[in-house]
């Protein structure tokens, strides 16, 4: 039955003759748990970091890719705008024959220098002096650089390119090291050619257009590319030496966590508060836990840890602390308060997995089965793949072969010096499965190229169609087992040939581009991604989610429990098969590492026992609602939705108050912030922001030029309110126009009336100038906001212009493209009124004029009002905040504006026509001028908080099912069961929900 014996075979008889035998018995599941126990309870790795990057969602991790290969990932990433041209330097491991073997005089005496610390002492801040010094490497991806780590004082930093030697600590030796750099000369598609393909993504198997030039056209000479390669001699020379310095400072650092490196247990892995990730790897694991002890035992203020200190812990148990964590999140998840997608990863980062370490990537499950109809039901199981077994296991004839494969190596194991017999001979993750996926976005692109010798892969073994790809892991290959990866659940970009990469055309003909969508999605990328997060977050998949745990990270990962369940791999996967230390003969310790580095490296075991399932309710009964299960529905409700009844909006008011905080010396009552303390409100003047943290404000636009910080909220150190605590002149050369401080109050960005923007850090005492940014030409900042989550700041001048800024670099990202400004913003002069971060997704709301629009983190116009929309004089917005709504909750509020004549109204998205639609607007007229502050509180966003100019401030919450009467509670009922049956509140049409608003009440 086994047709393919001979591959088989051939991957068990590489792994005998590399001498790769197993360290121990290890399927003898008894004995290897008690060797190990101690080291995998030690290796209980903490979550909260990758999450917020990815949904975060979501991880999402969005933040900047540096070109270089710098940082790879957190949350949801930025894309690389830039393609890589005909013959552009890509740094990647080799070093170009030629390249670097001339020096001038002023390098050579560098290169003398380099045999004290006085080489490096330049790259320290002022008062910081090294008091022992490590050598490391910095592993990004699949680059790994030598590298030292400096332990200070109050920091710690990590220079790529030294290494120390000849000596201990501080006397030791400092080399320079030279950077290898690397170039590719690759094929770039062009817009003037247009071939005709089939579209299996298209809605109704249309025909969609592609842009294709023929690679013959664009191949180079060898002459030409000799000459180019010459005439860049110079430049290649100048970065023969490169030294990135990384300052981490103790007040800046959010977690620290143990990390594996090559299956080695010597790596940890630093994360600082904008939640950049930096990996790197000791010389041995006594030095690992040197330095984490030391960390642990530093101030950590904003740490994840910074709790265990206050609460009376003079020092952390870094086992004791993670094995806590993971058991409040496991304890989360299953009690509905978590999503899905964020206890994946929060498993993920327990288990050593890391966006920094491409052999080591957060792996995600194969969600869906149905990739060929034209629409799907996500309320129908049969459309999702089987959550009990692998992927391996999927296809029963395939299932067969590989229980076969695993009986035959188990009949020829004549002992524990040969490996032990397994299922596949490949992995569910790995590098090149990671590359795989990513390769139509930087730096992974030019990573892939590194690894397939400089060129892309055949077009046929490339990543081009998402259905092929399921068959393949799923039926019918037998080489290929692999999962996905995070971004199939929040980064359309990766599946859009933005940098025309060239890939060639298949043997079918096909050329391929973009990745081909399944048919439900319609040929958006947007609808795809979208759908594949709704699905993971489906009530199907939260009843069997644990079951896959089980199979990545539990139980069922070895032993006789993965041999029972299919689930058994090349045994060099696993940790503590191979003890690299105990390996003299370098050639063959070298092989082991690129065997660990080619078959993937299974995660570390977390349980031992069956993971808990999630308790997963409904508010629908047969004939009436449960309002038991509303306090589980609560956390995963969309902002502003009812609980139970996520299609309906529906806000009440609740407190009036009259601001009275920092209105001195204002010429009106204009209410500037606002938060909810407590229950109580507490509201400053126009020209203040307040400081969420400390209960303190800044106060802005005085002839000073700075800013003052005052008392917001009385407290045991400060009873008196609008007390100065401290003044800060001669900030900007002209008075501050608008401030915004961060979420977490350690950044300030502040707009001048003289068109420059500068970034402030706010220690409780002092402001610390970090850079002036300027961009908006000739007129007056009128917006900030702020991101740490994204690593972002907006800014929107009088000229119109909304600018994005990189608060990690604190450099210029883009400039966002308002492609609808009405003709009543035209009028208006269009000056941007409102600019407001979504910190959960990276979207970006912006108010030009009367236009209101919306923007994704890499700058692309997600919507904006209808053509046809337009605000009467009497009615124009006055200020806009987003929520913090992810995508995948289509029925969730996603903007909220305030207008001239008093006004709230509530904003959702049309992602179908990519317009914004009216949902709700506040029914009781408690504002009868102009808004001029909102925030949107509470733990799940269904608070809002409205200040107008008259000073009168006002709290509203979501309506809740309990407060209705039973003819409401009928309808709502109704509603629900008709949703259910239509296939689930995706299918929600707008034009009822503007009815709903129309209506003002139940």
Request: charged fraction near 25%; aromatic fraction near 8%; glycine fraction near 8%.
């Amino acid at each position: 039955m086994f047709d393919q014996a001979n591959t088989m075979e051939a991957t068990a008889a590489l792994l005998r003759e590399m001498n790769l035998g197993a360290a121990g018995q290890m399927l003898d599941e008894d004995d290897y748990d008690d060797e190990i126990d101690e080291d995998a309870e030690d290796d209980d790795l903490g979550a909260g970091v990758a999450v917020a990057a990815a949904d975060d969602d979501d991880r999402g991790r969005s933040s900047s890719i540096d070109i270089n290969g710098d940082q790879i990932g957190n949350e949801a990433r930025k894309q690389q705008e830039q393609p890589i041209g005909m013959g552009q330097d890509m740094p990647t491991g080799e070093q170009k024959e030629g390249e670097g073997e001339s020096e001038d005089l002023a390098g050579l005496k560098d290169k003398e220098l380099a045999s004290s610390y006085d080489l490096i002492t330049g790259l320290l801040r002022a008062g910081d002096w090294p008091e022992k010094s490590y050598n490391v490497k910095r592993c990004t991806g699949l680059e790994v650089r030598q590298a030292l780590l400096l332990w200070c004082r109050d920091a710690i930093y990590i220079i790529d390119g030294f290494e120390q030697t000849d000596g201990e600590g501080l006397e030791g030796k400092i080399n320079r090291l030279e950077k290898a750099n690397t170039t590719y000369y690759i094929n770039l598609r062009q817009d003037d050619v247009v071939t005709m393909e089939p579209s299996e993504g298209g809605a109704n198997g249309e025909v969609a257009q592609r842009q294709y030039q023929p690679m013959e056209d664009r191949l180079e000479s060898d002459e030409a590319k000799a000459k180019q390669k010459a005439e860049g001699g110079a430049a290649s020379e100048e970065i023969t030496y490169q030294h990135r310095s990384q300052r981490v400072a103790f007040t800046d650092l959010y977690s620290v966590y143990r990390r594996r490196y090559q299956l080695q247990h010597i790596a940890l892995e630093f994360y600082d508060v904008h939640r950049n990730g930096t990996l790197i790897a000791f010389s041995t694991n006594a030095e690992r836990e040197e330095v984490l002890t030391k960390v642990l035992s530093s101030p950590l203020p904003n740490s994840i840890f910074s709790s265990s200190i206050l609460g009376g812990s003079t020092s952390i148990n870094y086992k004791k602390f993670m094995s806590n964590l993971r058991q409040k999140i496991t304890s989360q998840w299953v009690q509905g308060r978590m999503t899905n997608f964020d206890f994946i990863m929060h498993l993920n980062s327990f288990a050593g997995r890391t966006y920094n370490d491409l052999t080591q990537y957060p792996v995600f499950p194969w969600v869906l089965a149905d990739y060929d109809s034209e629409e799907i039901d996500l309320n129908d199981p049969s459309v999702y793949r089987d959550f009990s077994k692998p992927m391996g296991g999927q296809g029963a004839e395939r299932a067969a072969q590989f229980q076969e494969r695993y009986e035959a190596l188990e009949s020829n194991y004549m002992n524990e010096d040969e490996p032990p017999p397994f299922h596949y001979g490949t992995h569910y993750s790995c590098a090149a499965y990671v590359l795989y996926y990513l390769m139509r976005l930087e730096p992974f692109s030019r990573l892939a190229l590194s690894l397939q010798g400089g060129r892309f892969d055949v077009a046929d073994r490339l990543f081009h169609n998402i259905g092929g790809s399921w068959k393949s892991a799923s039926t019918e290959n037998l080489q290929d087992v692999r999962e996905l990866i995070p971004e199939f659940f929040y980064l359309p970009e990766f599946l859009v040939n933005n940098n025309n990469f060239d890939f060639g055309t298949t043997q079918t003909g096909k050329t391929v581009h973009h990745v081909t969508l399944p048919k439900w999605a319609k040929g958006d990328p947007r609808r795809f991604i979208r759908i594949n997060r709704q699905a993971l977050e489906s009530e199907y998949v939260s009843k069997n989610l644990h079951r896959w745990a089980d199979l990545i990270f539990g139980f069922k990962q070895r032993g006789r429990e993965a041999v029972a369940a299919l689930n058994t791999f090349v045994h060099v996967t696993y940790e503590g098969t191979v003890d690299l230390d105990a390996i003299e003969d370098p050639i063959q310790r070298e092989s082991i590492i690129a065997q660990i580095q080619n078959f993937g490296q299974t995660p570390s075991r977390l349980e031992r026992k069956p993971f808990p399932a999630r308790n997963v309710v409904s508010a629908v009964k047969e004939k009436s609602i449960d309002f038991n299960a509303l306090a589980s529905l609560a956390a995963l409700t969309p902002p502003f939705c009812v609980v139970g009844a996520p299609h309906r909006v529906y806000l009440r008011g609740t407190m009036l108050d009259t601001c009275r905080v920092g209105m001195i010396g204002q010429m009106d009552s204009s209410v500037g912030d606002m938060c909810l303390v407590k229950g109580q409100l507490v509201g400053v003047g126009r020209k203040c922001a307040l400081i969420l943290p400390s209960k303190k404000y800044y106060r802005y636009g005085g002839p000073n030029n700075g800013v003052s910080v005052h008392v917001a909220m009385t407290s045991a150190r400060h009873r008196e309110v609008n007390r100065v605590l401290s003044i800060h002149d001669g900030m900007h050369r002209a008075p501050v126009n608008v401030a915004k401080p961060s979420l977490n109050g350690l950044w300030l960005v502040t707009g001048c009336v003289d068109s420059t923007v500068r970034v402030w850090r706010y220690d409780g005492q002092n402001v610390q100038l970090r850079a002036t940014l300027c961009g908006h030409e000739g007129g007056k900042v009128t917006c900030v906001d702020v991101s740490t989550t994204f690593g972002t700041i907006v800014t929107g001048g009088a000229d119109g212009n909304v600018l994005v800024w990189d608060l990690r670099t604190l450099t210029f990202l883009r400039k966002l493209r308002h492609t609808n400004v009405t003709a009543a913003s035209e009028d208006l002069g269009s000056s941007a009124i409102s600019v407001s971060v979504n910190h959960k997704n990276g979207n970006i709301l912006t108010l030009v004029g009367s236009t209101l629009s919306l923007f994704d983190i890499n700058g692309n116009q997600v919507a904006t009002l209808e053509e046809d929309f337009e605000f009467e004089l009497h009615n124009r917005p006055s200020c806009a905040i987003a929520t913090d709504c992810p995508e995948w909750m289509e029925n969730g509020i996603v903007a909220v504006t305030g207008h001239v004549n008093g006004d709230v109204r509530l904003w959702g998205l049309d992602y179908e026509n990519k317009v914004l639609v009216p949902r709700h607007q506040l029914p009781d007229k408690v504002h009868s001028c102009p808004i001029t502050a909102l925030r949107v509180s509470g733990d799940r966003q269904d608070t809002l908080l409205v200040g107008d100019k008259s000073g009168k401030m006002s709290v509203c919450k979501t309506l809740q099912l309990d407060a209705l009467n039973q003819q409401e509670l009928a309808l709502v009922l109704h509603e629900l069961r008709t949703i259910k049956s239509s296939g689930g509140y995706r299918n929600v049409v707008p034009d009822k929900e503007r009815a709903i608003m129309a209506e003002g009440a139940y």
